[in-house]
């Protein structure tokens, strides 16, 4: 119940929750209408679609209204996307009422007409157009005469559906994980306890704990679980040359490592000696092109492993 401040009586809010069956639909719907009833005096109707369900304590919820078109009474409403689940509550069998509503200023709607449809009812517009008697009951009752307060029309459903993190994995994506790690001397020499990469015996350093955060995730959506890992602005040996782009593992040819070994092979590059000088946006901008040009390397094979698997079907065509 809801009350104003002197506890008089304000009305109420009800909540009610539902559980629905999930459903991965998404649906773009196209209405327009013909012939509807003139309810206004000095001008024509100003018509508006409203969609409501019935859910579990009998009452109507109000799942969506389009928007007002004026003075219309042939109106065309913009398409409307809604995901399936919201229309019918996981039930692709769930009545659906459509209200055609007269749109006035003061709140008064005029009732037009309604129909009662469902979801399984409207994707069959993604194959041909569908429509329904929009009905006024009251007129209905009054009049043997009476047909319709006019057409409503769906001309057009498209049914999309919404692929899930789990769809992705479960259809053989993989996640290419590429390690670049900063040694230039602003995060501080590693023989000293301030530097990110000092090497404590009792507790892992900042970017040890980064990797770990990572690449214990990653790694288990790779089938190989090997990585590219790079450090840049050091001097690495054998003559202690600074470098804007190392393999960790010193192999330029195949910098590849297996999860597990990355770590170990962050904490032997850190005793490298560090470049005392800032890092150029060359120096970066190549580095970003060397890891790219891994990624796109492994997407292709990634991408060609699945379509060899599914036959360029679901989220990869």
């Given at each position: 119940?809801?009350?104003?401040?002197?506890?008089?009586?304000a009305?109420?809010?009800?909540?009610?929750?539902?559980?629905?069956?999930?459903?991965?639909?998404?649906?773009?719907?196209?209405?327009?209408?013909?012939?509807?009833?003139?309810?206004?005096?000095?001008?024509?109707?100003?018509?508006?679609?409203?969609?409501?369900?019935?859910?579990?304590?009998?009452?109507?919820?109000?799942?969506?209204?389009?928007?007002?078109?004026?003075?219309?009474?042939?109106?065309?409403?913009?398409?409307?996307?809604?995901?399936?689940?919201?229309?019918?509550?996981?039930?692709?069998?769930?009545?659906?009422?459509?209200?055609?509503?007269?749109?006035?200023?003061?709140?008064?709607?005029?009732?037009?007409?309604?129909?009662?449809?469902?979801?399984?009812?409207?994707?069959?517009?993604?194959?041909?157009?569908v429509?329904?008697?929009?009905?006024?009951?009251?007129?209905?009752a009054?009049?043997?005469?009476?047909?319709?307060?006019?057409?409503v029309?769906?001309?057009?459903?498209?049914?999309e559906?919404?692929?899930?993190?789990?769809?992705?994995?479960?259809?053989?994506?993989?996640?290419?994980?590429?390690?670049?790690?900063?040694?230039?001397?602003?995060?501080?020499?590693?023989?000293?306890?301030?530097s990110?990469?000092?090497?404590?015996?009792?507790?892992?350093?900042?970017?040890?704990?980064?990797?770990?955060?990572?690449?214990e995730?990653?790694?288990?959506?790779?089938?190989?679980?090997?990585?590219?890992?790079?450090?840049?602005?050091?001097k690495?040996?054998?003559?202690?040359?600074?470098?804007?782009?190392f393999?960790?593992?010193?192999?330029p040819?195949?910098?590849?490592?297996?999860?597990?070994?990355?770590?170990?092979?962050?904490?032997?590059?850190?005793?490298?000696?560090?470049?005392?000088?800032?890092?150029?946006?060359?120096?970066?901008?190549?580095?970003?092109?060397?890891?790219?040009?891994?990624?796109?390397?492994?997407?292709?094979?990634s991408?060609?492993?699945?379509?060899?698997?599914?036959?360029?079907?679901?989220?990869?065509?």
């Amino acid at each position: 119940p809801l009350f104003r401040s002197k506890g008089k009586d304000a009305g109420s809010i009800t909540i009610v929750a539902e559980e629905v069956a999930k459903s991965n639909e998404l649906l773009t719907l196209y209405f327009y209408a013909r012939s509807l009833d003139k309810k206004d005096f000095l001008s024509k109707s100003d018509p508006y679609l409203e969609f409501s369900r019935t859910v579990a304590d009998g009452s109507s919820l109000v799942m969506h209204r389009t928007e007002v078109i004026k003075n219309n009474l042939n109106p065309t409403w913009r398409p409307i996307t809604l995901p399936s689940q919201k229309l019918s509550g996981g039930n692709d069998d769930n009545k659906i009422k459509v209200s055609c509503f007269d749109y006035d200023n003061d709140g008064s709607h005029d009732f037009i007409g309604e129909f009662v449809t469902t979801v399984r009812e409207l994707k069959e517009a993604s194959q041909k157009a569908v429509s329904w008697d929009c009905i006024n009951p009251k007129k209905q009752a009054k009049k043997k005469s009476y047909k319709n307060s006019g057409v409503v029309y769906l001309s057009r459903t498209e049914v999309e559906r919404l692929y899930t993190f789990l769809d992705f994995v479960t259809a053989g994506c993989q996640i290419n994980f590429t390690v670049g790690i900063d040694f230039t001397g602003s995060n501080g020499h590693p023989n000293q306890p301030t530097s990110l990469h000092y090497i404590n015996p009792y507790e892992p350093n900042e970017y040890t704990k980064a990797l770990m955060a990572v690449g214990e995730i990653c790694q288990q959506y790779d089938s190989d679980k090997l990585f590219p890992a790079f450090g840049f602005g050091a001097k690495v040996p054998p003559d202690s040359t600074v470098s804007h782009e190392f393999p960790l593992n010193g192999t330029p040819s195949n910098p590849y490592c297996p999860g597990s070994e990355i770590l170990g092979r962050h904490e032997s590059s850190s005793l490298c000696r560090h470049c005392r000088r800032r890092q150029c946006l060359s120096s970066v901008a190549a580095d970003v092109h060397s890891v790219g040009s891994h990624q796109r390397c492994a997407h292709r094979q990634s991408r060609r492993s699945i379509c060899e698997r599914f036959g360029e079907i679901g989220p990869f065509q």
